[in-house]
């Protein structure tokens, strides 16, 4: 597609719930990111990953959290047992920067808003 | 380590009037500086960006920001406010070839009548 989708755009689930989201970056982008946006905050870097290289996942807060792309292309983020506090916007972008971003500018999704109850 | 801090959360003008959107940058090396956009229930979009290049940086829908490194600053402007401009602006910055965007905790722009 012309941008990158993220599904779903709106989740609630129950504290200890599993849940999916989703990521179609933009065809042909080799990088991908996750942040989480929570209210009145910045955007916190989750995971990067760069084509078929290990994942940066630096930013991950806890082992409930895990990402994975396959095939270079969609990505899953998944979060375990959720907490109240994992509830907030989670924004995929994508790029076409391979080295230094400084050339490149990313393309972010609308995100998903994730509430825990 | 690198860091941004936007200085107001909340800017309030009227339509017509100049925009001032304040933002330092805290970077050890040569940074990237970019300004986001985020409408509400929209994706975030790039406004600008500097690499290094110009100092002011033209931007998007008449938005423009200078670079100044005497006072780590790198402040957005507009000459005339828009109504359609009302939105989060985040201020970022990167470290030249490296991958992650560290952001700011955004400024909201409130645009009156």
């Known amino acids: 597609g012309a941008g990158v989708s993220q599904s779903p755009s709106n989740k609630v689930t129950e504290k200890g719930k599993d849940v999916e989201l989703r990521c179609d970056p933009i065809s042909g982008h080799t990088a991908l990111y996750w942040y989480r946006q929570s209210l009145g905050q910045g955007l916190e870097f989750l995971i990067y990953?760069?084509?078929?290289?290990?994942?940066?996942k630096s930013g991950l807060p806890s082992d409930r959290f895990s990402a994975e792309r396959t095939g270079g292309s969609v990505s899953t983020l998944t979060i375990q047992r959720t907490q109240q506090e994992d509830s907030a916007v989670y924004l995929c972008a994508s790029s076409s920067g391979t080295g230094g971003i400084s050339s490149y500018g990313y393309t972010f999704g609308s995100g998903t808003r994730l509430t825990v109850v | 380590a690198q860091s941004v801090t936007q200085l107001d959360s909340h800017v309030s003008v009227s339509e017509g009037t100049p925009v001032l959107l304040r933002c330092n940058y805290s970077?050890?090396?040569?940074?990237?500086l970019f300004w986001y956009v985020q409408h509400p229930n929209k994706g975030l979009q790039l406004l600008l960006k500097y690499t290094s290049a110009a100092t002011l940086v033209k931007g998007i829908n008449g938005f423009e920001a200078e670079f100044k490194k005497s006072e780590t600053s790198f402040h957005l402007t507009k000459p005339s406010a828009h109504m359609s401009d009302a939105a989060e602006y985040f201020c970022v910055v990167s470290l030249t070839g490296f991958q992650k965007l560290v952001f700011g905790t955004g400024t909201r722009l409130l645009v009156s009548p």
């Open positions: 970077s050890s090396y040569s940074p990237s």
């Open positions: 990953f760069q084509g078929n290289s290990a994942p940066d």
